[in-house]
T-cell receptor, first 113, second 113 residues
Framework: NAGVMQNPRHLVRRRGQEARLRCSPM?????VYWYRQLPEEGLKFMVY????????ESGMPKERFSAEFPKEGPSILRIQQVVRGDSAAYFC???????????FGPGTRLTVT | DQQVKQNSPSLSVQEGRISILNCDYT??????FLWYKKYPAEGPTFLIS?????DKNEDGRFTVFLNKSAKHLSLHIVPSQPGDSAVYFC????????????FGGGTRLMVKP
């Protein structure tokens, strides 16, 4: 049973470009959470999605960030017009039925130059 | 406003001895607590969890203790092994708020052979 998959593992973008991060949850999991980890800090919640629905986006910056989890395909976290402060590790986690135990992917390390 | 705090950024322990990692929280609505282990450049790995209706949960070498009145939990690792060297994150969730995880800042555990 494959774990949570994220790609790309590393992403370099210049300021002003767009970043797209993908997450495929574990088989049988329909709930996806995105977290961001800044250097030397803990993980911070960004958004919680179920298939075709955003359940809670209270942790998302109000501008430039969006997320989706379509009926088919992976969940996508999109960052438009990236800035240096967006450089971080972005982790996706999934759970069955929204339970508290979440299983994390390996993360995408975004570097904005 | 940090709702989950790990006040020790690092801990060094001799192999075979007990490691005790501590975590404090402020939000009384949290009803589930988890510990994750994280290696560099990898995603957090779920270790052990505890519901707020319990005060202890044990799994092999790992035991988590919860003191609700003090809003404090701890992770005990006995005996500690060099392979346990990693960053440990405490996390908490509120079942009525979608179960997104609120993380502490992490404690780096070093187990010396």
């Amino acid at each position: 049973n494959a774990g949570v998959m994220q790609n790309p593992r590393h992403l370099v973008r210049r300021r002003g470009q767009e970043a797209r991060l993908r997450c495929s949850p574990m088989k049988g999991h329909s709930h996806v959470y995105w977290y961001r980890q800044l250097p030397e800090e803990g993980l911070k919640f960004m958004v919680y999605l179920q298939k075709e629905n955003i359940i809670d986006e209270s942790g998302m910056p109000k501008e430039r960030f969006s997320a989706e989890f379509p009926k088919e395909g992976p969940s996508i976290l999109r960052i438009q017009q990236v800035v240096r402060g967006d450089s971080a590790a972005y982790f996706c986690a999934s759970s069955p039925a929204g339970g508290p135990e979440q299983y994390f992917g390996p993360g995408t390390r975004l570097t904005v130059t | 406003d940090q709702q989950v705090k790990q006040n020790s950024p690092s801990l060094s322990v001799q192999e075979g001895r007990i490691s005790i990692l501590n975590c404090d929280y402020t939000n009384s609505m949290f009803d589930y607590f988890l510990w994750y282990k994280k290696y560099p450049a990898e995603g957090p790995t779920f270790l052990i969890s505890i519901s707020s209706i319990k005060d202890k949960n044990e799994d092999g070498r790992f035991t988590v203790f919860l003191n609700k009145s003090a809003k404090h939990l701890s992770l005990h690792i006995v005996p500690s092994q060099p392979g346990d060297s990693a960053v440990y994150f405490c996390a908490a969730s509120d079942n009525n708020a979608g179960n997104m995880l609120t993380f502490g800042g992490g404690t780096r555990l070093m187990v010396k052979p």
